[in-house]
């Protein structure tokens, strides 16, 4: 997953000049490949003026942190936010959030999995709005089942991008980036 930022000095910025230095990360360190390469830095404290990256980052938030981030993203091979989707859905507690657990309708072993346990008359009654022709099926907050097309995956994808990396965050014991 691509994290670009850009990088200023503090210091420098109160004394009125504007010092940067724009980065991919993650970088093998961050002092010596990141904040000793700011030319007219003043003072050992920086803040990010802008960034790349599916999620939000704070202009105060540690590029420790970061880093670690965006080399446990790598570890993980995660490039995409539905990558980082897949990862949290399998790996991490999603009960304290919207995120939807969601069955990808590609087989049956799919559909089958979503209707355990679950007796004919049950299934007929709690089918909300499904779509066979969608991709997604999930249990709504009231125990109906729904469906969704890549369209509208794609859209809760974009809106649960915080969400999806502070949980992965919180799996590799990295700092929250809320």
Request: charged share 25%; with cysteine; aromatic share 10%.
């Amino acid at each position: 997953m691509k994290i670009n930022v850009m990088v200023s000095s503090l210091g420098a910025y109160t004394n009125g000049k504007l010092t940067e230095k724009c980065v991919n990360l993650p970088v093998n360190d961050v002092k010596k490949d990141i904040l000793d390469q700011i030319d007219g830095a003043e003072g050992d404290e920086f803040f990010i003026t802008d960034y790349t990256a599916p999620f939000t980052i704070g202009e105060y938030t540690s590029l420790t942190d970061l880093n670690k981030l965006a080399i446990a993203l790598n570890d993980e091979e995660i490039d995409t936010l539905e990558d980082l989707y897949w990862y949290v859905i399998e790996n991490c507690d999603i009960s304290s959030t919207d995120l939807p657990y969601l069955y990808h309708f590609d087989s049956d072993d799919n559909f089958n999995r979503l209707m355990e346990d679950r007796t004919p008359i049950r299934i007929a009654c709690s089918i909300g709005h499904l779509n066979t022709q969608d991709e997604y099926l999930y249990f709504d907050g009231n125990d109906n089942i729904n469906s969704m097309d890549e369209n509208a995956f794609q859209r809760m994808l974009t809106k649960s991008a915080d969400d999806l990396i502070n949980l992965f965050a919180l799996d590799h014991e990295i700092s929250s980036f809320e």
